[in-house]
């Protein structure tokens, strides 16, 4: 059972798949100065409870961090919550 987390750019979200398949998404905007804020995380009802959220979330913005420059915001609750909660990624949020 392998979970990973990849950008669909097209989608405007990351993705989290198990096995193929898709358990999880972060939809995203972009912002007219190219950062992202981050909109709505939803994780598969039946799989709820057991981190799942914050292994996408997490994963985003590691990826993010790796590939680009951009400022992260967030309207999404649990993605809101999550940066409070992960002052690591505090650095996105203020470049």
Same mark, same amino acid.
């Not at 039946?46 to 967030?74: H, M, W």
């Given at each position: 059972?392998?979970?990973?987390?990849?950008?669909?750019?097209? +989608?405007?979200? &990351?993705v989290l798949e198990?096995?193929g398949n /898709?358990i999880?998404e972060? =939809?995203?905007?972009t912002?007219?100065? %190219? +950062?992202?804020v &981050?909109?709505?995380?939803?994780?598969?009802? /039946?799989?709820?409870e057991r =981190?799942?959220?914050s292994?996408l979330v %997490? +994963?985003?913005?590691?990826?993010?961090?790796?590939?680009?420059q951009?400022r992260i915001?967030?309207?999404?609750?649990f993605?809101?919550r999550?940066?409070?909660?992960?002052?690591e990624?505090?650095?996105?949020?203020s470049?």
């Amino acid at each position: 059972m392998a979970d990973t987390v990849l950008h669909d750019t097209a +989608g405007s979200r &990351f993705v989290l798949e198990r096995d193929g398949n /898709e358990i999880g998404e972060a =939809g995203y905007e972009t912002r007219e100065d %190219g +950062g992202i804020v &981050f909109t709505h995380t939803e994780v598969d009802p /039946e799989l709820q409870e057991r =981190g799942l959220g914050s292994k996408l979330v %997490g +994963g985003a913005l590691d990826q993010l961090r790796a590939s680009t420059q951009v400022r992260i915001g967030a309207t999404c609750p649990f993605v809101r919550r999550y940066l409070e909660e992960h002052p690591e990624y505090a650095d996105l949020t203020s470049r």
